[in-house]
């Protein structure tokens, strides 16, 4: 069974910073493409970030793009996001997603976990 739980969310002032992770487990973490989600209060879910199965290759939408990296360590089933220079729009209960390929880097994906919540006020 695919069990993706998140942690590392709270709560932070704008220009801060928070580093999020994801274990894994129930598959073979390494053969997966993985994505990272957001849903802010009251709108749909947003895809944030992806990363290539041997992490290579990543993806950032637009409003995140030089702010937050994503990563990944395969040895320990673990997809990681860093998040700088914090915005009080990034607000959102974060999920990370596995991908049903290697290679695909765009798409909410699936099996996500149950999220971490991340609030960036002063």
């Known amino acids: 069974e695919v069990r993706l739980v998140e942690s590392g969310g709270g709560l932070v002032q704008p220009g801060g910073s928070l580093r999020l992770s994801c274990a894994a487990s129930?598959?073979?973490?390494?053969?997966?493409?993985m994505s990272w989600v957001r849903q802010a209060p009251g709108k749909g879910l947003e895809w944030v970030s992806a990363i290539s199965s041997g992490g290579s290759r990543t993806n950032y939408v637009d409003s995140v793009k030089g702010r937050f990296t994503i990563s990944r360590d395969n040895a320990k089933n673990t997809l990681y996001l860093q998040m700088n220079s914090l915005l009080p729009e990034d607000t959102a209960v974060y999920y990370c997603?596995?991908?049903?390929?290697?290679?695909?880097?765009?798409?909410?994906?699936?099996?996500r976990g149950q999220g971490t919540q991340v609030t960036v006020s002063s």
């Open positions: 997603a596995k991908y049903l390929t290697s290679g695909q880097l765009y798409g909410l994906g699936y099996n």
């Open positions: 129930g598959f073979t973490f390494s053969n997966y493409a």
